[in-house]
């Protein structure tokens, strides 16, 4: 029979089809539902997300569930229903109130997770109204509401209004909990807020099962694809599998697919002959449970064992646990499609760190296998020593775990606990170790006061060994023994010895550390007298996330300043939103893939495919030498300089473009790129430079313009001599960070009639792809046009770095006259971009006993690549925000390296969020030697108004505009910020294992104006079109400009004219419409397009004057009916300069941070910040708080958790979702509230408005000092305990927190051996 499914309601018949589709290559590519985005095509970011439906005939229920489709293969569809973002509701049918509420709550930024994030809450909708049918509204909890968005990843938000959105749909919530919306107005009494919420009600708003597939299902059910025409087979008993396997050819490749999410992990590219779906095998997908245990069939899914394990949980706690700790596997939709099965398998075949293989061996599980006919039970520690059971195409029946029960008696107990340290806390990130822990233990009589352990099992994986492992040596050394801190000072030490990580094993004696820290945490509360110190607090339960938002509205110059909801938010949650990639293609569109150079410094002698074979279809393969003679090899300009588009017959860095290849699909381009072999020759080469030290000693420098090199500020040679102390030549180093846009960079280029192309690019800069594209090809500008709508997320990234990817997409087009399109993987994005500057800072810093600095000298070395990029303008960004404190006197030399490293790009807050945590480690580090209280250390260095002239001159502004002391002392009060000191300190107190820190950190951040262009045309119906220069990546920038033209045009007071905005519309970005675009960034491209457009309305309302004049009062429409009978010219377009005297401008911003950190883990919770922000007068607050959270979360990323690096010949080592890791839903701060200040009148800004975009993205800083405090608890601690076995940590008080603060980090400072330490202590002083 036929694949047959529905999307949407619609009905979908194959009759053939490559059995290795996916689901999101069949949506995007075959369909016009375009919600479903692919982002990194491996299971971890959210943004493909689907709700799949499948009946069962015979219970005649229907199950929904959300899966990842860019991992489901569209042949295990088969039979049931698909329903993406725009299936709930559109423009069209209207839009579903999870929609209208993504809007509302302002929860879209630049709307590319969005439809993703819309259809895993929307899930969760369905499976509450599911599982209690009888239920009469939906039964979703907050809890539940909360967590529903944690496999989705978003780059823009911070998550905070995502997470209202969803726990708007909450049965319990409480609906003044919820944040700044656009429902309701602070204040209003609970039922207007009700009212006001766009309504919800399963039944109308769940979407319903075919009933053409229902009629159709038990056909699916029992005849599967007919395997002849499919390649896959889906055998419906073992007999029939069997068979399978038997009849498919010895020389075939086969698999066996579930929910084939393993491929997520493994990226397997291969194309196998024969797929065999084992998912509808009955004994393969049963749960059974009686009195001896549970047997779980191999392709029952993780989710449905979870549900099993806690339907049996209130009699056997093992299983509760165990279920508990499953809940952190991948996230929801990975355990929705993902089985057992394939996990066990995975691990047990390719080494994959498995949580369900430690906590099976803890529960003593065995496993059955089917070999040929014959079916095998071996034990689960048996199973994952033999040989690759997927090399010998055995199949993995089913798991049997046994039921362990309390042994009867008092003094007798069960335990079973798990444990897990992964970089996120609630899932979606693989663990460093896990661990799972069962042992029966008695207390024993008074007089032998103690717990003996009577029987242990002890399971550890993750850690970096071939697969999970149970600890038998120390499981025998332990049972039997009375519990004691010697016995488990012992224990640890075998431990130990047990686990190794492998060679390649990243942070090796960190995940040690891991493993005899959760060793501990597990025998620690048995030991009884156990001392004054609390216990370890295992229970580490997710609290509510919690937040509260300031905002003032103001409708003096209406609509600007209210909080007007974003330009398309509804468009974007429904995935209607047009992105470059859903711009529908002609049929001969043709599609590229870098081939990138791995080496740093070599001749190219020759590019081929393996093994000489042309891969499948590819078209051609550019280089160098298809760019036109008329042309030049550019791929990219800024002020700086150019760069190439591709290597010549010299490669200069790794990851540089040395080809294009050009395929018939994007996947067989990637696949062809990945299987080309580049010959290199490094014969007569010097050595590439890889360091920033390398590149001094070559002095290999980009030259840097007097223009951006600030001046030094006083005498520092006398600053110097005047202080009572000094440091000397401290060195702190600042790694990189990648932009992690939801949307890679693509482009699309189409041949056009005489020698011109037109490109639609995701940029942030069409000027520039426009013109580097021209001076490429060798063509007039005129022949270009460069179309941009919406950017899927920027932060800088889509700026330089779109321009190679853009241009490549012309000279393809150009050259073969077929449109060409790429859009890259995330690992090709993630070695190409670039990121932020890392760099190597060495400080002498001068002050007296009192905390005052009196003066500052800084060497700054900036790892700039091997382009110049915009890396010139770093040594003006960075001391910018450095100079927040007052130094007495500061001098500097900043050096821009020009080395053989893929070359750094500004992003958001480029250098200035460097230069803003350089001076916080500064005072960090003249606190920490006066042993001062360093709140009160940067207090005394904050800027007076005479201080902030001398180092700012005359962008300081008006002494009123200073208001960075005003906001230091309202946060103070706010945040409580003096009671929460005393708090934390007693907390530190009488914990051992838990640290707290509290910080205070200021900002001080200056932005430019640049010259922006904008244009607003009234139509004859009186509808208004606008255009500008910026370019809407998520910012609002649209929203801004759209409410300042119904302002400026409102000005003609004719009646309905408060109506406009409904009138206007901003358009894409076209360059040939619109010159002079230049670049959008830098946080003011939105007031400055607002001004370029203000300036157009003040044009047009003086054109109209005359008109209103003779006729009198007169509605909008017939004002513009009469304007264009009497020929008035009612389009105007300007180019906003700013005055030079007022274009750069200081933005102010206090935040708060508490932080709380784990000593065995080293994580680090978030558990409250405080940001205040002034942002003038805000012309949308609610952009702007979007804004100013979103910076927050992304600096938290920057500061906390993403690693960014290159390997030693200079290649990104980082790939995707599994290596890096951005900030999600449970990274944020638990309690986030947020104050945007209106501080009134600015003379000289635009409608008195201040910029959002960047600077908040500082006061993440305050979250990295909040963890540095309390390491400093815990070293302090760990310096009182005496250790003369060896195991001592650096620890002592004078220490530098590297940025990020990731778990081992952290841990590495509070001591990867205090677990010993403290035993050791204890056993031998007794003095803890
Ligand atoms: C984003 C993401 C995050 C994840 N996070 C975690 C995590 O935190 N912890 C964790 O433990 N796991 C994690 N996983 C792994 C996940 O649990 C597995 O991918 C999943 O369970 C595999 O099941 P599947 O049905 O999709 O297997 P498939 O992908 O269909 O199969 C996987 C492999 O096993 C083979 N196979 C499958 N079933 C059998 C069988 N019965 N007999 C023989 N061979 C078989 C297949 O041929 C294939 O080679 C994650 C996966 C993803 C994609
Ligand atoms: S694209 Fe599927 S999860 Fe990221
Ligand atoms: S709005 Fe979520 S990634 Fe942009």
């Keep these: 029979m036929d694949l047959e499914f529905a999307i949407n309601g619609e009905r979908f018949n194959i009759n053939s089809i490559d059995p290795s589709t996916t689901l999101l290559e069949f949506l995007r590519f075959n369909t016009p539902f375009k919600s479903v985005k692919l982002a990194c095509g491996e299971g971890g970011c959210g943004a493909c997300m689907v709700l799949l439906s499948k009946y069962d005939p015979e219970l005649e229920k229907v199950k929904e569930f959300s899966i990842n489709s860019c991992l489901t293969l569209l042949c295990s569809i088969n039979g049931c229903s698909i329903t993406t973002s725009e299936g709930l509701g559109n423009t069209k049918k209207g839009f579903h109130p999870i929609h209208k509420r993504f809007a509302g709550f302002h929860a879209s930024q630049c709307g590319f997770c969005t439809p993703g994030m819309c259809i895993s809450l929307y899930s969760a909708l369905a499976n509450a109204a599911g599982y209690n049918s009888s239920s009469k509204s939906n039964e979703l909890t907050v809890s539940e509401a909360e967590k529903c968005v944690v496999g989705n990843l978003c780059r823009c938000t911070g998550y905070r209004p995502i997470v209202d959105v969803c726990k708007s749909f909450a049965s319990d919530v409480d609906i003044e909990d919820l944040g700044f919306n656009s429902f309701w107005k602070k204040g209003e009494n609970k039922e207007v807020m009700l009212e006001n919420l766009p309504p919800y009600n399963p039944k109308d708003h769940l979407v319903t099962f075919p009933e053409f597939l229902k009629k159709n299902k038990k056909k699916v059910v029992y005849n599967g694809l007919d395997h002849s025409r499919y390649r896959w087979t889906t055998p419906f008993s073992i007999d029939e599998l069997h068979n399978s396997i038997k009849s498919s050819n010895s020389g075939d490749s086969l698999k066996l697919v579930v929910g084939n999410t393993g491929t997520g992990y493994y990226k397997d590219e291969e194309r196998f002959d024969r797929y ?184 550890f994986g993750s850690y970096g060994g071939d697969h999970s492992i149970r600890a038998t040596e120390v499981e025998n050394f332990l049972t039997g023994k009375l519990l004691s801190y010697s016995v488990l000072y012992e224990a640890v030490g075998l431990l130990k010895g047990i686990i190794v990580p492998g060679k390649e094993t990243t942070h090796a004696e960190y995940r040690k550390s891991l493993a005899v820290g959760f060793l501990f945490e597990f025998f620690y509360p048995l030991i009884e007298n156990s001392h004054r110190i609390c216990s370890l607090d295992p229970e580490k339960s997710l609290p509510f996330l919690s937040s509260s938002q300031q905002v003032l509205e103001s409708n003096e110059f209406h609509p600007i300043g209210e909080a007007v909801i974003k330009v398309g938010a509804a468009l974007q949650a429904s995935g209607e939103a047009v992105f470059v990639d859903d711009i529908p293609t002609l049929p001969d569109c043709l599609h590229g893939a870098f081939i990138y150079s791995t080496e740093p410094l070599a001749k190219i002698k020759n590019i081929s495919f393996s093994e000489n074979v042309t891969p499948t279809g590819v078209f051609a393969v550019l280089t160098f030498k298809d760019i036109p003679k008329q042309g030049q090899n550019i791929g990219s300009k800024t002020l700086f300089g150019p760069g190439p588009l591709f290597a010549d017959e010299l490669t200069i860095y790794a990851g540089q473009r040395i080809a294009l290849v050009v395929a018939d699909t994007q996947k067989h381009a990637d696949k062809a790129a990945k299987l080309a072999v580049v010959e290199y020759d490094k014969q007569n ?363 400026g045009l409102g000005m003609v007071k004719c009646k309905e004219s408060e109506e406009l905005i409904k009138r206007i519309r901003v358009v894409q970005n076209d360059t040939l419409g619109l010159i002079q675009g230049g670049f959008t960034a830098g946080s003011t491209t939105s007031e400055s397009s607002c001004e370029a457009v203000r300036l157009c309305c003040v044009i047009l309302v003086e054109r109209l004057k005359p008109t209103m004049e003779k006729s009198g009062s007169m509605t909008w429409n017939t004002l513009i009916q009469q304007a264009y009978a009497q020929a008035v010219n009612l389009s105007a377009s300007t180019l906003y300069k700013p005055e030079y005297s007022s274009m750069e401008y200081l933005n102010y911003g206090v935040g708060v941070s508490e932080a709380k950190v784990d000593l065995v883990t080293g994580r680090t919770e978030i558990l409250r910040s405080d940001i205040i922000y002034d942002c003038g007068k805000s012309l949308n607050p609610a952009v702007d708080l979007g804004q100013i959270e979103g910076a927050f979360v992304q600096g938290i990323g920057f500061f906390m958790m993403e690693e960014y690096t290159t390997d030693e010949k200079g290649l990104v080592v980082q790939q995707g979702t599994w290596d890096y890791h951005i900030p999600t839903v449970d990274s944020i701060p638990k309690q986030f509230n947020v104050e945007i200040l209106n501080t009134g009148h600015h003379k000289n800004r635009v409608l008195s408005s201040k910029a959002s975009g960047e600077p908040p993205l500082l006061l993440a800083a305050s979250v990295h000092c909040a963890t540095r405090a309390a390491i400093r608890e815990a070293r302090k601690q760990s310096l009182s305990w005496n250790c003369n076995d060896g195991n001592r940590d650096e620890s002592g008080m004078d220490f530098e927190l590297p940025v990020p603060a990731t778990m081992p980090v952290v841990k590495s400072l509070c001591g990867l051996y205090s677990v010993e330490k403290y035993l050791y202590n204890v056993t031998h002083f007794k003095n803890v």
């Design 276 to 459: 065999i779906d084992i998912s509808q095998i009955p004994e393969m997908s049963m749960i059974k449970k009686d009195e001896k245990g549970i047997e779980i069939g191999a392709a029952v899914t993780i989710s449905n064992v979870i549900d099993a394990l806690m339907e049996e949980s209130k009699s056997f706690y093992v299983f509760k646990k165990m279920a508990a700790h499953m809940e952190k596997i991948g996230n929801r939709s990975i355990r929705n499609s993902g089985s057992i099965g394939g996990n066990l398998v995975m691990a047990q075949s390719r080494k994959f760190p498995s949580d369900i293989t430690t906590l099976l061996l803890a529960a003593d599980a065995s496993v059955y296998m089917l070999n040929g006919k014959k079916t095998e039970k071996v034990r689960l520690w048996e199973f994952l020593e033999l040989p690759s059971i997927s090399d010998s195409r055995l199949v993995l029946l089913k798991v049997e775990i046994p039921l362990w029960t309390a042994p009867s008696g008092d003094d007798t107990e069960l335990l079973f606990q798990s444990y897990r340290a992964s970089p996120r806390s609630i899932g979606n990130a693989l663990p460093y170790v896990n661990a799972a822990f069962f042992a029966v233990v008695s207390r024993q009589e008074l007089s032998r006061s103690g717990v003996m352990v009577d029987k242990c099992l002890l399971a």
């Design 685 to 1047: 080469l010097e050595e590439p430079i890889l360091t920033v030290e390398d590149a001094v000693k070559r002095s290999s420098f980009f030259e840097v313009h007097p223009m951006f090199y600030p001046e030094p500020v006083g005498d520092v040679l006398k600053g110097m001599q005047e202080a009572e102390l000094k440091i000397h030549s401290a060195e702190l180093r600042l790694k990189s960070q990648y932009f992690f846009y939801m949307e890679p960079q693509t482009a699309l280029a189409l041949p056009d009639e005489d020698n011109s192309v037109k490109v639609f690019s995701s940029s942030q800069a069409p000027e520039y792809v426009h013109s580097v594209i021209a001076t490429c090809l060798g063509i007039q500008e005129h022949s270009v046009r460069v179309i941009t709508r919406r950017v899927g997320g920027g932060f800088g990234g889509k700026a330089v770095k779109s321009m190679p990817v853009a241009t490549a997409c012309a000279l393809g087009a150009y050259k073969l006259q077929r449109p060409v399109k790429m859009y890259l993987n995330r690992k090709t994005d993630m070695i190409m971009a670039g990121g932020r500057h890392p760099m190597k800072i060495t400080y002498n810093v001068g002050f007296r006993s009192d905390g005052k600095v009196m003066a500052l000298e800084v060497t700054m070395l900036i790892d700039a690549g091997i382009e110049p990029d915009v890396s010139p303008i770093m040594p003006r960004n960075i001391m910018g925000p450095l100079r927040k404190y007052d130094w007495g006197a500061l001098s500097f030399d900043v050096k821009v390296c020009k080395t053989n490293l893929l070359s750094r790009t500004a992003m958001r807050a480029p250098g200035e969020v460097q230069g803003s945590y350089i001076a916080e480690s500064i005072i960090e580090n003249v606190a920490s030697s006066l042993q001062m209280d360093v709140d009160a250390v940067r207090k005394i260095n904050l800027h007076t108004y005479e201080s902030l002239g001398k180092f700012y001159k005359h962008i300081a502004g008006d002494h009123g505009e200073y208001t960075l002391p005003l906001l230091w002392d309202k946060l103070e009060i706010s945040s409580k910020f003096k009671e929460r000191v005393e708090m934390v300190k007693e907390f530190n107190m009488c914990n051992v294992w838990r640290k707290k820190g509290i910080s205070r950190v200021p900002i001080i951040h200056q932005v430019m104006h640049r010259p922006t262009p904008g244009k607003v045309s009234i139509l004859s119906d009186g509808s208004v079109v606008v255009e500008v220069g910026g370019i809407e990546i998520g910012q609002g920038l649209w929203t801004k400009v759209q409410q300042m033209v119904a302002y």
